[in-house]
């Protein structure tokens, strides 16, 4: 009889042992911050996919040993366990230079030209580049292109879209003629290698049209820093 109680009070040792820690440890509350690519659901299903992984502590081994699961378009996740039931996740994006229309899909890629996933569906404020001839791509990997200057004044074209945040819906390009679309403004920028001074000046020229729904073209081929820059109106 002695023997029974032995075992049972074991078992029930082990059970609190088991059911405390995991209960007190529950994840409850979920803060999110940083991210503007994805949603808060989204962010947790990546996140919390992996088995018992809404406990903290079983989430701090997963992050410790494997990782914390990330989607294409996240850079990194850092974890802060705010208490015993809530965890603040910081998302940090990867900076999303543009995608190219392939088969009926959106190709995105990053700032090296590393493609990071084929979607359906268009991000908003993501240029699709068109006029450029790609190879054979994988995602993970980098575009290869025929003619690699090509891609790079589009790659410098898209960083400074993406830093002076232009609203840019397409960037076209023909034998290195580079023109981008915004709303309904054709912007000529020329042949160049860098287009620094033109994406500086166009900013808040870009975010007076859009916001006035104006239209023409604008030829900045020539343009020189401290030039007026016309819009001619349709």
């Known amino acids: 009889m002695k023997r029974y109680k032995k075992i049972f009070t074991c078992i029930i040792i082990?059970?609190?042992l088991i059911c405390v820690p995991y209960f007190w440890f529950h994840i409850d509350t979920?803060?999110?911050?940083?991210?503007?690519?994805?949603?808060?659901?989204e962010i947790k299903a990546s996140v919390f996919s992996r088995k018992f992984s809404d406990n903290s502590l079983i989430l701090r081994l997963?992050?410790?040993?494997l990782g914390i699961n990330k989607l294409p378009f996240v850079e990194d996740i850092d974890i802060n366990y705010e208490s015993h039931?809530?965890?603040?996740?910081?998302?940090?994006?990867?900076?999303?230079?543009?995608?190219?229309?392939y088969m009926g899909q959106y190709v995105y890629f990053d700032k090296e030209?590393?493609?990071?996933?084929?979607?359906?569906?268009?991000?908003?404020?993501?240029?699709?580049?068109?006029?450029i001839k790609f190879g054979d791509f994988a995602i993970g990997e980098k575009f290869k292109v025929e003619d690699s200057s090509l891609f790079d004044a589009i790659m410098n074209?898209?960083?400074?879209?993406?830093?002076?945040?232009?609203?840019?819906?397409?960037?076209?390009?023909?034998?290195?003629?580079?023109?981008i679309y915004s709303g309904n403004v054709q912007v000529h920028l020329g042949k160049k290698k860098l287009y620094n001074d033109q994406l500086a000046a166009l900013s808040e020229v870009l975010n007076t049209t859009n916001d006035e729904k104006l239209?023409?073209?604008?030829?900045?081929?020539?343009?020189?820093?401290?030039?007026?820059?016309?819009?001619?109106q349709n």
């Open 14 to 16: 082990l059970f609190l």
């Open 30 to 41: 979920v803060k999110i911050e940083g991210t503007e690519v994805y949603t808060e659901e």
């Open 62 to 65: 997963y992050n410790k040993f």
């Open 85 to 101: 039931d809530t965890v603040v996740l910081y998302v940090y994006d990867k900076t999303i230079s543009g995608c190219i229309k």
């Open 113 to 131: 030209g590393r493609v990071l996933e084929s979607l359906p569906k268009r991000r908003q404020n993501v240029p699709v580049v068109t006029g």
């Open 157 to 179: 074209v898209s960083l400074l879209i993406s830093h002076y945040g232009i609203n840019v819906k397409r960037i076209h390009i023909n034998n290195g003629d580079v023109k």
């Open 215 to 232: 239209s023409g073209t604008i030829d900045m081929e020539n343009y020189k820093q401290g030039d007026k820059i016309v819009l001619k």
